[in-house]
């Protein structure tokens, strides 16, 4: 399934939600720093990136969640060669649970297309936690996440054997959350 279907398909599913349960509907816009793990850490320093996160209550603790964005990493050299920046577009559903009203842990997988020279499809996925700080308003806060994120490629090698890599990072997010 190329991207476009891809969205096409998560906007319509999300619009259909949306107007049934449009009374419990929040939207975070967030900056993103992101440090590489495992082998991902040798051919990187540090990522950026920004995403905007949509989340549906589907019961009193429990929300779908929608996100999209976009991350850089810098790299290093390799062998005296500056190798292109990592870049990639990670699209991601979820399952949020609350065991207290401003803290929660979340599940996520989809899709990453990275961009460039390595333009790749990859699978992701994410496991987090996070926390709420009220702001002036009483619908909008301030959300402070950490997750590990993973994205998995599958080829083949030379010897014809099926090879699974996996480029992974830790993301802290500092978002503004918008309740509608």
């Given amino acids: 399934m190329n991207y476009r279907k891809f ?18 509907l929040k939207i975070t816009l967030s900056p993103e720093i992101n440090v590489p793990t495992g082998n991902a850490s040798s051919m990187t320093g540090i990522g950026f990136g920004g995403s905007v996160k949509a989340e549906i209550g589907i019961a009193e603790r429990y929300a779908i969640t929608a996100n999209g964005g976009y991350n850089i990493f810098l790299t290093k050299r390799v062998f005296g060669t500056k190798i292109a920046n990592i870049q990639g577009v990670p699209v991601k559903l979820g399952l949020k649970h609350y065991p207290s009203p401003d803290f929660y842990i979340e599940g996520q997988a989809g899709t990453a297309f990275r961009m460039g020279s390595s333009s790749k499809t990859s699978f992701v996925w994410s496991p987090g936690f996070g926390t709420y700080f009220k702001t002036g308003s009483s619908e909008n806060k301030l959300e402070f996440g950490l997750r590990y994120e993973a994205w998995t490629n599958t080829s083949y090698g030379a010897t014809s054997t099926l090879k699974t890599t996996s480029f992974s990072f830790i993301g802290l997010r500092l978002g503004y959350v918008f309740g509608l």
Avoid at 15 to 24: F, G, T
């Fill in 7 to 24: 969205a096409v398909l998560l906007f319509i599913t999300l619009s259909s939600v949306v107007k049934a349960q449009s009374q419990q």
